[in-house]
């Protein structure tokens, strides 16, 4: 996983967008990637771990071989990576 952040305090609530590519494996399987992603961004982001801004969020392609709990751990880390590094 890995992710670009542009914090912008007037990007409320924070906007999200994916970039799977085709290495990660069939349009199937990224869609089905896309939306546990969203879902976890979306939680982040409602319990206040995603600061206001832009953020882009791609997968490598081991990421659909996760289990959903940790494709959470890791997308939590990476938020919190992103949070620390200038996100507030």
Same mark, same amino acid.
């Given at each position: 996983?890995?992710?670009?952040?542009?914090? @912008?305090?007037?990007? /409320?609530?924070?906007?999200? +967008?994916? +970039?799977?590519? #085709? $290495?990660?494996?069939? /349009?199937?399987?990224?869609? #089905?990637?896309?939306?546990?992603?969203? $879902? *976890?961004?979306? @939680?982040? /982001?409602?319990?206040?771990? *995603? $600061?206001?801004?832009? *953020?882009?969020?791609?997968? #490598?392609?081991? +990421?659909? %071989?996760?289990?959903? %709990?940790? *494709?959470?751990? %890791?997308?939590?880390?990476?938020? #919190?990576?992103? @949070?620390? $590094?200038?996100?507030?």
């Amino acid at each position: 996983m890995w992710c670009r952040f542009l914090p @912008d305090p007037a990007t /409320a609530p924070p906007r999200v +967008a994916f +970039a799977i590519g #085709r $290495a990660v494996g069939t /349009a199937v399987t990224r869609n #089905r990637l896309r939306r546990r992603l969203r $879902a *976890l961004v979306a @939680d982040a /982001a409602a319990t206040g771990v *995603l $600061a206001p801004g832009w *953020l882009l969020v791609g997968a #490598r392609p081991a +990421a659909p %071989e996760l289990t959903y %709990e940790q *494709l959470a751990g %890791e997308v939590l880390l990476l938020l #919190r990576t992103v @949070d620390r $590094a200038g996100g507030r």
